[in-house]
C-alpha cells in the first residue's frame, strides 16, 4: 500500500511540477506586454501610529489582472521580473502611479502622509537608481520626505558600494528608507548599523507567533528596544489580532499595519473607510 501511495505522489508531484512549469512559461511571456496593455494596478494598505492612531501613510503594493489567469500575486510575478530585468521599468511606473496618487490624495486633514513603495534589489543594482528616482518626485512634485522606499536585506546585504552610495544619496536627499521583511532570509542586526535607513518592518512571520509564549514574542519584543536605541523607527507588518497589537503597543511599537487595520485596497475604499472611521480604525 505504502508503495502504490508512493507512487501516486510522484504522479501529483509531477502533475503539479508540470502546471508550475507551464504557468510560468505563461506568465514570463504575458508579463512584457502587460505594461503596455495597463494591466497593473496598485492597492494601498494603511499604517498607522500607535501613540494616537492616526494613520501615517500607506504602501503600495502592486497587483496585476492577467486576461486568463485572473489577479496575480507580486509573490508571484516580481520574482520572474526581477529575473528578466522588467521589473526596472515596472518600479518606475509603480513610483509614477504612487506619486501620482499622494498627489490627489485626500489627506483627511492628518498632516502630510507617506507613501510607502516596494524596491527590489534589482533596481537598486542600476546605477542611476537615486537620480531616477529624485526625477519622478520632481516630475510630480513630491515633497522628497513624503516618500519611503522598502528595501530588503538580501540584496544590500551583497553591500556593494553602488547600492550604499545610492541609498545614501536618496537619505541625504531626504526620501525616507526602511528595511521590509526584516527577520527573513539573510537578516543580519549589522545592516540595522550600517545601512542608512529611517526605520524598520519586522516581517508578519514574526508578528504571528508573538501572542503565544514563543521566541518570536522574546525577540520582538527586545528588537523594538533594540531599534529605538539605534535611534530608529519600527512597524509592525501583518498585524491580524487585536492581542498582537495590544502587546505591540505595550513594548513601544512607533507603527502597525495588517488586516486588523485594513486591508490592501484601492484608492476609492481607502479614502472611504478613512472617511467611515475619522481616520482611526475602531481597533485602535
Ligand atoms: P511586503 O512588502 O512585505 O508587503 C506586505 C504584504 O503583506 C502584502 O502582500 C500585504 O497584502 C500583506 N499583508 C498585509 N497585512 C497583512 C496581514 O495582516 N496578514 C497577512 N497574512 N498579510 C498581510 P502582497 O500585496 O501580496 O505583496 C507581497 C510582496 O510582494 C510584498 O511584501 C513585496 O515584497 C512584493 N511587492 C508588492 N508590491 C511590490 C512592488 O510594487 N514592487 C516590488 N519590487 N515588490 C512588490
Ligand atoms: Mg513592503
Ligand atoms: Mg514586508
Ligand atoms: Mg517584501
Request: glycine residues 8%.
Amino acid at each position: 500500500q505504502s508503495k502504490s501511495e508512493g507512487g501516486n505522489r510522484t504522479l501529483f508531484y509531477n502533475l503539479d511540477n508540470t502546471y508550475r512549469l507551464h504557468r510560468r512559461i505563461d506568465i514570463e511571456a504575458s508579463l512584457r506586454p502587460a505594461l503596455y496593455m495597463r494591466q497593473f494596478y496598485l492597492a494601498y494598505q494603511p499604517i498607522f501610529r500607535v501613540s494616537d492612531g492616526k494613520m501615517r501613510g500607506f504602501e503600495a503594493l502592486i497587483r496585476w489582472k492577467h486576461p486568463e489567469l485572473g489577479v496575480i500575486s507580486p509573490a508571484e510575478f516580481i520574482p520572474i521580473a526581477e529575473h528578466n530585468g522588467l521589473i526596472v521599468p515596472i518600479g518606475e511606473w509603480v513610483l509614477r502611479e504612487a506619486c501620482k496618487r499622494l498627489a490627489g490624495m485626500n489627506n483627511y486633514g492628518l498632516g502630510p502622509l507617506i507613501i510607502s513603495v516596494n524596491i527590489s534589489p534589482v533596481q537598486l543594482q542600476d546605477p542611476t537608481f537615486a537620480q531616477t528616482v529624485l526625477h519622478i518626485l520632481d516630475e510630480h512634485d513630491i515633497d522628497y520626505s513624503s516618500i519611503e522606499l522598502e528595501i530588503t536585506e538580501n540584496v544590500t546585504l551583497k553591500h556593494s558600494e553602488k547600492v550604499l552610495s545610492s541609498l545614501s544619496k536618496l537619505r541625504c536627499a531626504g526620501v525616507r528608507i526602511a528595511l521590509d521583511d526584516f527577520g527573513t532570509g539573510y537578516s543580519s542586526l549589522v545592516n540595522l548599523k550600517q545601512l542608512p535607513i529611517h526605520c524598520l518592518k519586522i516581517d508578519k512571520s514574526f508578528i504571528r507567533e508573538i501572542d503565544l509564549p514563543s521566541a518570536e514574542r522574546l525577540i520582538v519584543e527586545s528588537l523594538v528596544d533594540l531599534v529605538h536605541k539605534l535611534g530608529l523607527e519600527v512597524i509592525a507588518e501583518g498585524v491580524e489580532y487585536k492581542e498582537q497589537y495590544e502587546l505591540l503597543k505595550s513594548w513601544g511599537c512607533d507603527y502597525v499595519q495588517g488586516f486588523l487595520f485594513g486591508k490592501p485596497m484601492n484608492p476609492g475604499q481607502l479614502d472611504l473607510s478613512m472617511i467611515k472611521t475619522n481616520g482611526t480604525p475602531a481597533s485602535l
